[in-house]
């Protein structure tokens, strides 16, 4: 017993000791880590600016199942005012036909129901939602 309380003792004090004298010392000095610091710092603001997403069915050897069945997107990334990235959808095509309107409305609809989300109030969203709870009829049943 005695040997454990030792050994415990011995342990704590050298994870406690390895743990001084690695943490708060100061500053990291890898001049590699403080590169990369510093050019993280100086990017955050950039964005691609363009993307084009190419989305196709292949098969294990990674040749396409179909030629004619693809979804692509282009859009446009920009920083807001907010510093948030702003996505815009320039163009969708969808197994050779443009669909960009429609893709549009979707994601403008999307928008929308997301602003409305994000305007109601928690207490408000939660005490609808066990309302909605409390008189669905097909509650879960508890077995006490």
């Given at each position: 017993?005695?040997?454990?309380?030792?050994?415990?003792?011995?342990?704590?004090?050298?994870?406690?000791?390895g743990w001084l004298s690695t943490s708060g010392a100061g500053a990291p000095t890898d001049s590699l880590w403080l590169k990369a610091v510093a050019l993280s710092n100086a990017n955050h603001g950039l964005v691609?600016?363009?993307?084009?997403?190419?989305?196709?069915?292949?098969?294990?050897?990674?040749?396409?199942?179909?030629?004619?069945?693809?979804?692509?997107?282009?859009?446009?990334?920009?920083?807001?005012?907010?510093?948030?990235?702003e996505y815009v959808m320039v163009k969708t095509i969808e197994n050779g036909k443009d669909v960009t309107?429609?893709?549009?409305?979707?994601?403008?609809?999307?928008?929308a129901r997301e602003k409305k989300k994000d305007g109601e109030d928690d207490e408000d969203s939660d005490s609808r939602e066990m309302e909605r709870y409390m008189s669905s009829p097909s509650k879960p049943k508890t077995r006490l």
């Open positions: 017993m005695r040997y454990f309380a030792l050994l415990t003792v011995f342990c704590v004090s050298t994870l406690a000791l691609p600016g363009s993307m084009r997403m190419h989305m196709q069915e292949v098969d294990k050897h990674g040749e396409p199942k179909d030629e004619e069945k693809y979804h692509e997107v282009w859009s446009t990334l920009s920083l807001g005012e907010d510093g948030e990235v309107e429609e893709e549009q409305a979707k994601q403008e609809k999307e928008e």
